[in-house]
């Protein structure tokens, strides 16, 4: 299937590993031209030259961390100076550390908003602009099955989510007449170094192992097995496609069935 993705412009936000390197590699495979970021500047690079090396893309990339608005703002300036325009905006970030409710103090809840919920919005403004004037855009936001199904625990990525979650369902309204769509990408238990963290995490709290956290996932999930990143990858690039102009406003899980709500 032509995507009709050849030429396009993708950023794709916190992609040196784990769910972004995947989304980079996969809408890179499909013809984009790709502009990447991360805040570990060699393994950024690293990261880009495979991308390039594998799929035959042009690939930028630019040191920055999405938590800052002036990162934003120089990554974005960098994605308009290699080519003119950003098609396609992937927001992602780095996961909040575990918590409950009182364990959490407020500097990791601004820390978490800034991570997850402004970062989101800054990326979104300084590309939508754009956007509008050409009649074309796709705007992605990788969040989580926790804004369905919140996760014990997780107290941050819980709320935080679920915050991207309602500005994305308001902006897809605000944006779908000029072209642009607005959906959300729910990836579940992934093998990523994410879920490495949180396998640890869980284990130094219930004093098990981390192989215990990763049986008791496969019991949950129906398909029995943990996600590759490939897989929500694939979702990403089909939503960035033309073939995907009449849908918007959507929050799509990638979880092998285990939200078990219908919606």
């Not at 963290?197 to 029995?224: N, Q, V």
């Amino acid at each position: 299937m032509d995507l009709g993705l050849r030429d396009k412009v993708a950023l794709v936000a916190a992609s040196s590993r784990g769910l972004g390197y995947a989304i980079a590699h996969e809408l890179g495979a499909e013809g984009a031209a790709i502009v990447m970021c991360a805040r570990d500047e060699r393994r950024l690079a690293e990261a880009a030259r495979e991308i390039a090396s594998a799929t035959g893309a042009r690939v930028v990339s630019v040191a920055a961390d999405v938590a800052r608005p002036a990162d934003v703002s120089n990554l974005v300036g960098r994605a308009l100076e290699a080519f003119g325009r950003v098609d396609v905006l992937v927001t992602n970030s780095g996961g909040p550390p575990p918590g409950t409710f009182e364990s959490t103090s407020l500097e990791a809840w601004q820390a978490a908003v800034d991570i997850l919920l402004t970062s989101a919005i800054e990326l979104s403004r300084a590309v939508l602009p754009g956007m509008k004037q050409r009649r074309f855009g796709r705007i992605l936001n990788v969040t989580s099955i926790t804004v369905k199904q919140p996760i014990d625990n997780l107290i941050l990525s819980n709320a935080l989510r679920a915050a991207v979650t309602g500005m994305a369902r308001t902006l897809a309204n605000e944006v779908a007449s000029f072209g642009i769509t607005v959906n959300n990408l729910l990836p579940g238990y992934t093998r990523t170094e994410r879920l490495t963290e949180l396998a640890t995490a869980t284990a130094s709290r219930t004093g098990g192992a981390p192989a215990d956290f990763y049986e008791r996932l496969e019991r949950e999930i129906p398909a029995r097995r943990l996600g590759e990143p490939r897989e929500l990858a694939a979702l990403c690039a089909f939503l960035a496609s033309e073939r995907a102009s009449y849908i918007t406003g959507q929050s799509i899980a990638v979880d092998g069935g285990w939200i078990k709500g219908l919606f």
